[in-house]
């Protein structure tokens, strides 16, 4: 079955710095990859997706990239704000499959 | 607000106690989930349905069961609850069947087990 791996497990960056966050899969028939952000005592927010027909997808200062040769995927967060200070899982699925979820990025913006 | 409901949002119970967490949508998603996260775990599929009447076992499925009687209910049972059940429960729904869809998570169920 499909395996997600999230690097790094905790990030800290300063405000206004850029972070990134990569997820690698092992199933190649996966072609969906959505990321998700969780604030403490709530459920995760999902807040960007690819799908396997597009190589880049972003939304103001969060962006995704996706190398389906090399089976990884990335979160990009330009300028970051302490309000970005979260944990962040990357998901994958093949659509006959269950969403697959990497075990998190706890990312720490420091003003 | 639209969105998932989840009760009771934490629980102390007694092991070999059974008890029902709650799950209710009102986006009419066929399809819904639930997860269980643990520290250093991420969020591990229980059990699943895509649709009214149907459910599936995810990765980690043992001692929980599910129902779905309607399209808005999804609730989990432990028959007999263990300290490894221990844990945050989350439920999510997503639009259609097909699991290519975005899933909306509602803010969970904080139990511990003693």
């Known amino acids: 079955g499909e395996n997600v791996e999230q690097h790094p497990s905790t990030l800290s960056v300063q405000e206004g710095d850029s972070a990134v966050i990569k997820c690698t899969y092992s199933?190649?028939?996966?072609?969906?990859f959505p990321w998700y952000k969780q604030e403490l005592g709530k459920g995760p927010q999902l807040i960007i997706d690819?799908?396997?027909?597009?190589g880049e997808k972003k939304d103001q200062r969060i962006a995704v990239t996706l190398n389906k040769t090399a089976k990884h995927f990335s979160l990009h967060i330009t300028e970051t704000q302490p309000e970005d200070s979260a944990v962040y899982f990357c998901?994958?699925?093949?659509?006959?499959?269950?969403?697959?979820f990497g075990k998190g990025t706890r990312l720490s913006v420091i003003a | 607000i639209a969105g998932i409901t989840q009760a009771p949002t934490s629980q102390i119970l007694a092991a070999g106690r059974r008890m029902t967490l709650r799950c209710t949508q009102d986006?009419?998603?066929?399809?819904m989930y639930w997860y269980r996260q643990d520290l250093g775990l991420g969020l591990r599929l229980i059990h699943y349905?895509?649709?009214?009447?149907?459910?599936g076992k995810g990765e980690v499925p043992d001692g929980y069961s599910v129902s779905r009687a309607n399209t808005d209910d999804f609730p989990l049972t432990l028959a007999s609850a263990v300290p490894s059940q221990t844990s945050v429960y989350f439920c999510?729904?997503?639009?259609?069947?097909?699991?290519?869809?975005?899933?909306?998570f509602g803010d969970g169920t904080r139990l511990s087990i003693l």
């Open positions: 999510a729904s997503s639009e259609g069947g097909g699991r290519n869809q975005p899933q909306h």
């Open positions: 199933d190649s028939a996966s072609n969906y």
């Open positions: 690819i799908r396997s027909n597009v």
């Open positions: 998901a994958a699925s093949s659509g006959n499959t269950p969403l697959v």
């Open positions: 986006m009419r998603h066929n399809a």
């Open positions: 349905s895509n649709t009214a009447g149907t459910t």
